[in-house]
């Protein structure tokens, strides 16, 4: 799977932190028909606010820097053109074929395009007894000392898929805490490594594009730093808290070339949903409120169907540490696991996304739940545990099963990494973090060098001058009028 622009990493001034629970907010309005964009703040030159869809997002301008209403971004005061300035420019208007369309499968297909009428489709129309039941194990949040032996025991070589292969997960990383030796080994044996975000800040999905560039490129920066997880390999992300970002977190999927989000909860349904491409308006229903609404093509979801059982026992959940599951013990965790697999292995065989945060790794009885079912899915000769990437592979070129023991992008032996074997001693590192008027120690392992402090918005390398990340991208095709201003910095 190609990547269709890529991203250049420039040292430079403007980082922007949004504040848009600010009161001002509500005085402000996006001029009509300009659509989206900045505007200087009619109060301050210091502030200004960025439109996105009529709705104004309040940001503040880094410490010592001005808003400049001719150029648009923060600069130093002697050089910004303090705002508003009355302009005569042709209002740039969006086209309303912008907003997502029902599916239509006449004109999406695969590879680049895939959607069904209620989401619930197989790829291709093939039939559920000739394709593969795939499994995502899913792992959010930090890797550390405390989860990673409890991820070796499910992911470490113990079970096989039926080529022979180990199975595979996804982890959805976030910064503080993390161990980056750790995460590079995942890595190098052939684990995927996706994006949460650098703080797994509240509220995110009401924030402005340079907010989500910031946690999310910025965690993507220091996967690479300090795991030595190059770009290319780092395909997929999910919002903290399953609240997508609407149109603004998959601008930024778009911009910066990723493959496909993971944020997105199908509400409990007889019929799991397949992943699909934004081409179209979502399939189901929006729980969170906070779904995409326009359409960004060829850009994958993969979905979280919600898990439950017939009797409602334990509840709902797209992540299965949510349901309450406590009080049971292992062999009712691996009944309740296999009846709401069934929901999937005798339908229509959508992958089955099993989707964890480290507490069910706390809790005795779920975890040896776990590896029971572990035990019994990877007996049946048509179930594979996959990447979310490899899945979309298969998705995006389907194979009946008895091709899969040829398929390479499900084949360990066929499979480069190119993430540097791991260092036998990483550096463990003891860094400054200041949050609030505090200054903390946080401990972060690495096989590079140590920073000066502790990596985070805006200055994922640890340098210790923070707001020096500027983010911009580039892509084969025009970029939009306002990265093009500030390419020329
Ligand atoms: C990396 O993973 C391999 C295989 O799972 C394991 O044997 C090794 O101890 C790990 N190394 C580190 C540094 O965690
Ligand atoms: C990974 O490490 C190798 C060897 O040190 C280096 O050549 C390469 O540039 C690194 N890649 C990334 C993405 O940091
Ligand atoms: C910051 O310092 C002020 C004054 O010393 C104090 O009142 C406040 O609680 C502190 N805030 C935090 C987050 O520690």
């Not at 079970?159 to 190098?188: A, D, V």
Request: contains cysteine; proline residues 7%.
């Amino acid at each position: 799977m190609n990547k269709f622009s890529f991203i250049v990493l420039v040292l430079s001034i403007t980082t922007i932190s949004a504040q848009s629970k600010d009161k001002e907010k509500e005085e402000f309005e996006c001029p009509p028909n300009s659509g989206n964009g900045n505007f200087a703040d009619p109060v301050t030159c210091r502030r200004f606010y960025q439109c996105v869809d009529g709705y104004p997002y309040l940001n503040r301008c880094p410490s010592g820097l001005y808003f400049d209403d001719v150029q648009k971004f923060c600069t130093f005061k002697d050089e910004a053109k303090c705002g508003p300035i009355a302009t005569t420019a042709s209002p740039v208007t969006e086209a309303p074929s912008d907003i997502a369309q029902r599916c239509n499968p006449a004109e999406c297909e695969l590879p680049y395009c895939y959607c069904s009428k209620d989401g619930t489709n197989i790829p291709k129309d093939l039939n559920a007894e000739d394709i593969p039941q795939m499994i995502l194990l899913t792992f959010d949040g930090a890797v550390n000392h405390n989860n990673y032996p409890q991820y070796m025991k499910v992911l470490g070589g113990k079970y096989t898929n039926p080529n022979g292969c180990p199975i595979k997960g996804t982890f959805f990383i976030s910064h503080e805490y993390s161990n980056y030796l750790h995460i590079q080994n995942l890595s190098y044996t052939g684990h995927e490594i996706a994006v949460e975000t650098i703080s797994l800040q509240q509220g995110l999905q009401d924030k402005g594009y340079e907010e989500w560039v910031g946690e999310m490129i910025g965690m993507r920066e220091i996967l690479r730093h300090f795991s030595n997880i190059s770009n290319s390999e780092i395909n997929g992300m999910r919002a903290p808290f399953l609240k997508p970002g609407r149109n603004t977190q998959y601008k930024v999927i778009e911009d910066f070339g990723f493959i496909y989000d993971s944020s997105i909860v199908v509400p409990p349904n007889k019929v799991p949903s397949w992943p699909y491409t934004l081409d179209y308006k979502i399939p189901h229903e929006c729980k969170s409120g906070t779904c995409p609404t326009k359409t960004f093509p060829g850009v994958w979801e993969v979905p979280l169907n919600t898990h439950y059982v017939e009797s409602f026992e334990g509840g709902i959940c797209p992540y299965l540490d949510q349901c309450v599951l406590h009080n049971h013990d292992p062999e009712e965790v691996l009944e309740w696991l296999q009846e709401d697999f069934s929901r999937y292995y005798e339908q229509n065989k959508a992958p089955y996304m099993m989707a964890f945060h480290t507490n069910w790794f706390q809790i005795k009885e779920l975890e040896q739940g776990l590896h029971k079912f572990l035990e019994w899915a990877t007996s049946l000769p048509d179930v594979w545990f996959v990447t979310t990437t490899q899945a979309l592979q298969w998705i995006t070129d389907p194979k009946r099963n008895k091709e899969l023991n040829t398929f390479d992008a499900w084949d360990c032996r066929k499979q480069t990494t190119q993430t540097q074997r791991p260092c036998y001693n990483g550096n463990k590192c003891g860094l400054a973090f200041k949050s609030g008027n505090v200054t903390d120690t946080r401990y972060m392992e690495t096989c590079r060098e140590c920073p000066n402090k502790f990596p985070w918005l805006g200055d994922s390398e640890g340098t210790g001058i923070s707001g020096r990340d500027n983010y911009i991208y580039q892509s084969k095709e025009p970029a939009p009028s306002e990265e093009n201003e500030n390419e020329k910095k």
